[in-house]
């Protein structure tokens, strides 16, 4: 049978054909996949032509169709339904993918060709989006190596497969220590707190694996757990919270502080290679931030304060409880301040969040106001995963924008968190469309019971769905800068501006419904829920910032530096000492062993992403606020000129042509309490 990604799908708006693949596909499409690129890379090389636009630039970007086919769909499939094959074939493939990315920006011929376009782009009759793409390839083809001599080269590739397999082992080692780690309760009585759906979702959890009779508490990706904030037994809650916190540092085979180690020390060598004094370094200079110094100003003035007013919220969580507590305590005794103080119980409010309901009249909504958005079930096209659904998006006039698939569930074969990835890049130079997915981490109740979120997970719908919105709204020319390839400081932006919509009165009231009586949210617990967004903000802050401060402390080692540490325990406890942000009770949200976003995911050196794009968010919120809120005139306006220009225009340009200035960082003060 002929290999389905060997030739472009015939599905509407290219979707893969996921009936039609099987593992043992994977392998030989990325063998030829390997082999067409490079002979169209090849032909580029050797064209004998002067360089121009056209003849290297326009075709590198047409090359390696077959290759971007399976790769969007594999490493979607490894992160959201792994198999015993795709697991060994992701490690196989790690360094093959890596010495091909070399063999392509390494290639001395093709820089020459490059530079020889961007020496002469005054003089060419350029687009914007082409100026910018010329720019942006030598920019990035310098700071990877490609004007390094052959000897340093050959060290590169080398650094570069040893790390492309590290990482990829570092995130197979989490997922199954994750899953051995996942909390086994035997007795009912011990799940005090949590309301009928969690309970019963639990008891799914544990017949999946076999247990009937016994319930099962998944472990998220972070150090603390959504239970937490509920349950009443506190053994059960230390129980949780110390699997949590000792993924990936139990000894055995899934341990990662080796791994931790040799990749820090293989990203410093790497970076002092390059020319850069830290992979910090190297890494920033390829974002907005510019230097680690930026990163380190901001993350410096917000640690004080923010560790300040967590130490003060454990005082008053501390008289509550009538005596010391953990950080297993921390989220139940902050619910009860939380209830004392403005009179709102978050778990209370699950049954007004029904999944269905919170998607279509919430989420879907929203974007419709925006934009004019239409999602429509598409039943007839089959995802990757029987609990993944597809929805065929149009715009206000009816036409065809692209397809937005949702994963909702957890389950074993899946990665921990939240994500949005792409399964086709839109390009008018390749004539795709979009189609994007998220993929949530819900617990599933048993069938025929509503799915009930949490406060949180709302608020990751909406968050992941932000960065949907911008992966299917973007409209370039060049794949490079397809849907969500923008500066990775800059990407967290428009998922974050999109959180505000869940609490926005119109928006809620629209889906804010009690599941069984169809009643409204009541305006107590709305007033009650807006007036405690300040609270608990010193331990969400310096939480993440602990989390922040800890991927730039590993990172703005030297390689002789990184090569003196081999505690990463001790590691961690200075580095946290160092900022002010050792609170035993306030435990970083990811330590060095379970940090996936920087040791697997793509954060490295750049988790402070999320703080720095949320100076930005939180002056939109401001725009909005002032300029009347979800209407067609405002997200019109920040469509076109923010998530519609994809990443083919510099960020900040982009964004000062939205808001008319550069951001201002009081608003985000004010919003975190740190003013």
Do not use: C
Not at 407 to 430: C, E, F, H, I
């Amino acid at each position: 049978m002929t290999n389905p990604f060997f030739s472009p799908s015939t599905l509407p708006y290219s979707l893969p054909p996921f009936a039609s693949i099987g593992d043992d596909d994977y392998g030989p499409a990325f063998t030829a996949g390997f082999a067409e690129q490079l002979a169209e890379v090849e032909a580029v090389a050797t064209d004998p032509a002067e360089p121009t636009f056209e003849n290297t630039v326009a075709a590198l970007e047409r090359s390696g169709a077959l290759l971007t086919r399976v790769e969007h769909v594999f490493f979607n499939k490894t992160s959201s339904d792994s198999t015993e094959a795709t697991d060994a074939l992701e490690l196989e493939l790690a360094p093959r993918l890596a010495a091909h990315a070399d063999a392509i920006r390494l290639d001395p011929r093709l820089f020459s060709r490059l530079r020889h376009v961007y020496e002469r782009r005054d003089a060419l009759d350029l687009s914007a989006e082409q100026r910018h793409l010329v720019e942006r390839l030598v920019d990035e083809a310098t700071r990877s190596g490609a004007a390094l001599g052959d000897d340093d080269k050959v060290r590169l590739r080398h650094l570069n497969g040893r790390l492309s397999t590290l990482t990829t082992r570092f995130e197979k080692n989490l997922l199954a220590d994750t899953n051995d780690l996942a909390v086994v309760v035997d007795d009912p009585t011990e799940l005090d707190g949590l309301d009928a759906g969690a309970i019963a979702a639990a008891a799914e959890a544990a017949r999946d694996r076999g247990l009937d009779g016994r319930y099962v508490v998944t472990l998220v990706l972070f150090s603390g757990h959504p239970y937490l904030a509920s349950l009443t037994n506190e053994a059960l809650r230390e129980r949780i919270m110390q699997a949590s916190l000792t993924r990936g540092r139990r000894g055995g085979d899934h341990d990662n502080r080796e791994l931790v180690l040799e990749i820090v020390r293989l990203r410093a060598e790497r970076a002092e290679l390059l020319g850069f004094a830290s992979h910090a370094a190297s890494v920033t200079a390829g974002e907005t931030a510019g230097t680690p110094e930026a990163v380190s100003d901001l993350l410096g003035r917000l640690a004080p304060p923010a560790a300040r007013n967590a130490r003060a919220e454990q005082a008053e969580l501390e008289r509550v409880a009538g005596r010391p507590i953990r950080a297993s305590d921390w989220a139940f005794y902050a619910e009860l301040v939380r209830t004392e103080k403005h009179d709102v119980d978050t778990a209370a409010m699950r049954p007004y969040f029904e999944a269905e309901r919170v998607l279509h009249d919430g989420v879907f909504f929203a974007a419709g106001s925006l934009y004019g958005l239409q999602f429509t079930e598409r039943p007839d096209l089959v995802a990757y995963h029987p609990e993944a659904r597809v929805f065929e998006v149009t715009d206000a006039a009816g036409g065809e924008v692209g397809l937005y698939v949702l994963d909702l569930y957890t389950r074993d074969s899946k990665r921990g968190g939240a994500w949005m990835n792409p399964l086709v890049s839109q390009s008018a130079l390749t004539g795709l469309p979009s189609v994007v997915v998220n993929n949530l981490n819900v617990p599933k109740p048993p069938a025929g019971r509503p799915t009930l979120l949490t406060l949180d997970e709302v608020t990751t719908l909406f968050h992941e769905f932000g960065h949907a919105l911008h992966g299917l709204v973007a409209r370039v020319t060049y794949p490079t800068f397809s849907g969500t390839n923008v500066f990775r400081d800059f990407v967290e932006f428009p998922s974050q501006v999109n959180e505000m919509w869940m609490l926005w009165p119109e928006v809620l009231a629209n889906y804010a419904v009690h599941h069984e009586t169809g009643e409204g949210l009541p305006q107590r617990l709305v007033d009650a829920l807006i007036a405690s967004q300040g609270f608990g903000q010193g331990f969400e802050t310096s939480e993440y910032l602990a989390a922040a401060l800890l991927d730039q402390a590993w990172h703005a080692l030297s390689s002789a530096e990184a090569a003196a540490v081999t505690d990463v325990e001790a590691f961690e406890q200075e580095a946290l000492a160092a900022v002010g942000l050792d609170l035993a009770a306030v435990p970083t949200r990811y330590s060095s062993t379970y940090f996936a976003h920087t040791f697997a995911g793509g954060y490295d050196a750049g988790y402070y992403s999320y703080i720095w794009s949320e100076v930005l968010d939180a002056d939109t919120v401001q725009w909005f606020e002032e300029n009347g809120g979800p209407t067609r005139e405002n997200g019109d306006r920040f469509r076109s000129r923010l998530l519609g220009v994809g990443g083919s225009k510099d960020p900040l340009e982009a964004y000062r042509d939205f808001r008319g200035r550069d951001a201002r960082v009081e608003p985000l003060l004010a919003r975190r309490g740190l003013a």
